[in-house]
């Protein structure tokens, strides 16, 4: 018999090819209420699965934790009991101007800049998105009429530095369009790995606002916030279900 | 009204100034049921904290999740709430013959392997225990009769690499005991903020056994990790104890 | 009056907007070949530049030599003076089996190994191509029944080092598909200036077989190297073609 | 007949298990007249050495010279003719006000500015203080009412720079105590040979003052530093005779 | 039969011992012009060679194209057919007050700010000129009454990035004479390949013009700059003469 | 009154222009033994200073001790006090077979595998002799007729590392002719503060022997050693006066 996977307690088998990749354990509920129908296939530590359908695709959502290492658990973990094609679902603080809370970010590509990717390969190594993928995600965020953003995003270690202000400056100047935790480990270990991989941020501080605000304005429910979360989901199971649709064709 | 931190959702006032740090959130549990009393002050994504008293003390825990990103989110946001001893309560890998599953590990410092720290202080900048908490965690496990090794550990960003077994060779060439995901970011954080921190760790690994059978075993409840992970918690406890009294004194 | 840019030796309105960039000037003869009507606008140095017409779409075609520093400089006067879509038509070595010579390479991204991208921005910043100019160059490659190969090339700057055998296999142990000289500098250039870049290559050298057999061969004419070059820049003219069209729609 | 050592000029048997590490051969009569009785073995470029006892103590003392690489020699011979605990005796400039000329520094941990540590560990490895060691030297100096800042040094290569200005902003900022050239190069080796090691200095330029003011001063025999130099021998003397009791116990 | 080089398309025997590297092929000309006779050897891509004599003594020229990787082809592939001491005959940027558009530069070594001699080996191995020819030069400078500074210059990938002002008063204030794109990859590979190498440079630019101005100058022919280009190829070949006399001897 | 220097406790007007640099005090006798007549000016830690006449040429010595850091602090520290021109006569070990104890190698650059010049300026400028100051050497040499190698050394911070065999594998392979501890720091703080430097070194180890062995034999006085001692003085000394010649010429 196979055994579970030591972090997030899955088996070959209790996951589909197609999983959505949230960061929080909470935004499961979210991604679930999108769904045909679903069980939770295991909860531990910051790791909760659920399989389920989506207009009579097979899908799978686990969310990540956040930061680079925990979601290298996740992505290995998950490529080793079957998953094929991974979005991440996640939020972002924005880098430019014009972009506001509740827009979504689809990352063409990220910004190396955590150490989790760092640990397989050189940064010279580009973290890149699948351009299927991503072609699908661009196509149904138009489909829906969503308001998506393409183009690189930074992935980073900490937002709590004393030198916030420098890298937000350097980073925005070199045309980023947000910040997130996961995005390049995602990308980075997705593909050396042979499998598919891209992501889909939801605005949640904008490039002028402070974090903490934005931050809380999430927990607290804010509307635009929730919107974009909601739309967030919806963008990624639509292009999951097109990729599928091809597949299966 | 002062804000909440907008991931541990806590307050000042919260939180004790004397915090324990479990990764994973199901820890938090193994910790309260050592504690007089406790209540649940929050809980967040992969962040539970509690609050109660040991023998008196004021005391929380918060679970870090798996990684620096995380840990150096409940580090910051935990200090500016009013913490000032931070000991974390973990997991590791062994990297030396000799250790066995159920020992623990007390870190006199750390090898920055990991890329939370790195955003904040170039990697010359040492992650080392605050003395005073290492010698009352060492006395707590002398006084215990817990098996303590005190040295060097190893905090890196992925375990799943295809260049473990270098790694691995490489570390445990240079003495290093064992190796974990979270205590060089703690350790450099809470140096570099004015905090005072440590870390002791189970050993849920041996250093001539595969990872994911120890980590199974762990899940699995097996009954030499168990003992390590209650023996951490009152070693730990014990400690925190000490410094109080001699604080209050 | 402005200026002739220093190198290139063009002003504002001598280049279109669609540019192809191959490496070697003697390849300008070979896209002459497929334009409707061309002249020569300027040729100084490795840089030989021409304008005309491809079915009605006005396009040009400048050499930029080898290497990232002449192509760095190609890039920065030409978009200077106008272009705004680059496609870079050049020529590759395998690093993966079952590719054969006169194979296309179409880059998703590029491995960063050269120095002139370095000068611009740390190497953590991915060099991925324009997602849409990519589409384009699928398309077309399908279109055409072209065999064409979508994933990450490495760019460096020596094939004459010491250490070829180990960084070769490392490369293609991470699965990437082939070397060049010049492709990162060109993605991460456009991109960091507002323009829109890919590339595609012709596969001169087997991932088995020696590299100066395999150029020589080019050199020599041998048959399938020449289809290679000549669908290549098929492939980019009718990918342009289509982003025009779509622009002027 | 075994060697003498080439630089050091010892054999096995010359040289005590415990010993003090001035940086200057000039120390060494310092030291020695601390002692109930002493011998000169070596004098060989910078490096003089003496064994002698302190209240029944065998103890030997040998001078490193100035900065890492010198310091390197020093400490990799004398482990290989039986050192086992070895404590820097130096002068340090503070980087935090007030700090003042003559108060101890204990390094509990030192920041690896210097080039001789990385010729044999990465810079993530932690130059840290054994903790046993640096427990003694803490309690030796309360016992004997010396004012002594436990923290971290930074040691480096060249205080000559042009950029020192922002460099001694950096680490002040980070909360560094001081800086020498020495400490991180002992910590760091004595650990990966299995010895032990501590350092104590003593402020000879304030952090407000100027380096070459200070030195000279030193150098002049200025009270403050002089009484300094006195007490950090004593400090290290008694410290080293707690261990020898409590081992010999 | 022995295969042609692939780049420069020489074989052993076309190419003297002796050889002037020029950067642009238009420069071979200006070359051939004061040799006593000459024939082209090859032209492909950037890569144009003649063989000739000058006052007896056999000398080739190959032109290099722009920028290091290309350099380090011409370089290798030409030591492979034969060549023994190589002088580059380049333009450079001035980066000191005081000297002149039209003034040479006689690196002594070069610093290696540039990727292609990266590849070889790590920055700390110095780009130095071979002492003899140096002195040759420097000689046949002061023969031929021509102003030329000796120290050192620094080689880079690109002049078009946006922190060129900071680099520039970087190395200003450092004491280098001024800047090209391949003194320092032909420095380190002739020294790492057995040959004998060294760079002079006319000065195109002022430390306080413009970049571009100074390079239009040239192209247009603007009479300073083109007396230095005349000017070292006189000293170049006088200094190989020189040395091949003495060889000869 | 102008103060002395901090540490080589020297004022302006104690110290000529030329300089020889040994790095063990000791040396200072053998250099004087050569003099027409000297003084000791200062001797304090491992700087000993004497200043007297060479044939009538002032001349000055003074011991840098073991190591980049401290002959930073006697090279800065000198040229503050009107030091012009100042030559290492140190000793090396060999890199490549055929070199002889008692051969001098004559530095024409050194690989900076030293922290002290990192801590001046990036790894990518080259520490390069001086080129008249090199020639005068090599001239000395042959007038003398004592066996010289010119070519690069290395200089490094420690030789007892555990990878000694790798290290000197790497150099060897790419030509260095031997390694030191100085030299490196010497050419490039020199040269960064306008003063000429050049370094030779009397080989005290075979390549193909062991290091322990070498240095004790130049200890104990091994003939060929002293000899060489002897000639790279004797050399270093008639450079500098045919320097002198010339400048009062």
Redesign the interface.
């Known amino acids: 018999m196979v055994?579970?996977?030591?972090?997030i307690?899955c088996r070959p088998g209790d996951v589909a090819p197609f999983v959505l990749l949230p960061?929080?354990?909470?935004r499961i509920h979210a991604i679930a209420a999108q769904l045909d129908r679903w069980e939770q296939i295991a909860c531990?530590?910051?790791y909760r699965t659920i399989t389920g359908t989506f207009r009579g695709m097979p899908v799978s959502a686990t969310s990540t934790?956040?930061?680079?290492?925990?979601t290298?658990?996740a992505v290995?973990e998950l490529i080793r009991v079957g998953a094929r094609v991974l979005i991440r679902v996640g939020s972002a603080g924005a880098l430019q101007p014009g972009i506001r809370v509740g827009d979504l970010l689809v990352a063409?590509?990220?910004?190396?800049?955590?150490?989790?990717s760092?640990?397989?390969?050189?940064?010279?190594?580009?973290?890149?998105s699948d351009?299927a993928v991503?072609?699908a995600l661009?196509k149904a965020a138009g489909d829906l009429g969503v308001t998506a953003h393409?183009g690189?995003v930074r992935s980073?270690?900490?937002f709590?530095?004393?030198r916030e202000d420098e890298l937000t400056r350097f980073w925005a100047?070199?045309?980023v369009l947000g910040s997130d935790?996961e995005t390049?480990t995602l990308l980075t270990l997705a593909?050396?790995r042979?499998a598919r991989a891209a992501s889909v941020l939801n605005v949640v501080v904008p490039a002028d606002g402070g974090?903490?605000e934005g931050?809380?304005d999430l927990?607290a429910g804010k509307e635009a916030a929730r919107q974009g979360e909601t739309a967030e989901i919806r963008v990624a199971l639509q292009a999951l279900h097109a990729l599928w649709t091809e597949e299966s064709g």
């Not at 055994?3 to 972090?7: A, D, S, T, V, Y």
């Not at 934790?65 to 925990?70: D, E, K, L, Y």
């Not at 063409?108 to 989790?116: I, N, T």
């Open positions: 055994e579970r996977q030591p972090h307690q960061g929080d354990p909470g531990n530590r910051e934790g956040i930061g680079g290492p925990s290298a658990i290995e063409v590509g990220a910004v190396r800049e955590e150490g989790a760092a640990m397989y390969v050189p940064p010279a190594y580009p973290a890149v351009h991503l072609a661009l393409a690189l980073h270690d900490s709590y530095t004393d100047g070199k045309g935790m390049a593909r050396l042979g974090l903490e931050i809380n927990v």
